[in-house]
């Protein structure tokens, strides 16, 4: 595909082989073209690498950050789950809004959480907010201990974020799913991989080895859940796409 900005005319070409299409610059299909350009060459640039949040990294696009954010509060969930920890940013996030909200705490569950990340976290001024797994998101015990850790009645929502092949998270959709309750999600995190398989930093096999596989497959077997884009609970423009790393991600429990 070929794209052609000409700031001159005001206009955004876009070339492929099914043929020759010409849109505004300035309209929501020139902007929603010119997005996904910004997102593959942003991920190859580890763009999500350059923030961080109360002194910790968080490897997130901060559009992420913010729609979580929208989910969260209008949820006010009693306990946060995400799976993989890497530095920590996510989980002092989360537990900065809890704080805020005066309501919530978080589980952290990765396979291996480094020395000087535990340290990290929890010296932090939000640890009290935080409770740290180690182990394999998937194990029997793991599984279990988070299991025992919610309250019988309590709003959990879950976000997946460790290992992103196809085949851990549908491990992990089918090992927290029942932790969700009515109207909370699950959401597969990172599913742009499929987006991103041809650029120099991609992998040939995430054309099919991706999180958006693995939840489509797990809603289509699970009437339980839907996948859909939370709803903006604000939005005075014509645009209704997320600028997103986490596209078919979010999982609500319906029943």
């Not at 955004?12 to 902007?31: H, I, N, P, V």
């Amino acid at each position: 595909m070929k794209l052609i900005i000409d700031t001159e005319t005001a206009t955004l070409t876009e070339e492929d082989a099914s043929g020759t299409r010409r849109f505004d610059l300035y309209s929501k299909e020139a902007f929603e073209r010119l997005s996904r350009q910004w997102v593959r060459v942003g991920w190859n640039q580890k763009y999500q690498y350059t923030f961080s949040w109360m002194g910790r990294p968080i490897i997130q696009l901060p559009e992420d950050m913010l729609r979580i954010q929208e989910v969260i509060y209008r949820l006010k969930p009693d306990v946060i789950i995400e799976t993989g920890v890497a530095h920590g940013g996510s989980l002092i996030f989360y537990a900065s809004l809890c704080k805020a909200m005066d309501k919530g705490r978080v589980i952290g569950i990765d396979i291996e959480i480094r020395p000087h990340n535990r340290a990290a976290i929890e010296s932090h001024e939000l640890s009290g907010f935080i409770t740290l797994v180690e182990g394999g998101s998937t194990a029997t015990d793991v599984a279990a201990k988070v299991r025992s850790m919610v309250k019988t009645g309590e709003r959990a929502l879950v976000i997946l974020d460790s290992n992103h092949s196809k085949a851990h998270v549908a491990a992990e959709l089918e090992t927290y799913c029942g932790l969700v309750t009515p109207g909370s999600y699950i959401v597969a995190t990172d599913g742009i991989m499929f987006d991103l398989h041809d650029v120099p930093r991609g992998a040939a096999d995430w054309q099919w080895d991706h999180p958006t596989a693995a939840a489509a497959e797990f809603a289509r077997e699970h009437p339980e859940f839907v996948l859909e884009q939370p709803p903006w609970p604000f939005n005075e423009s014509s645009l209704t796409e997320n600028i997103t790393h986490w596209p078919g991600a979010w999982l609500r429990r319906i029943g």
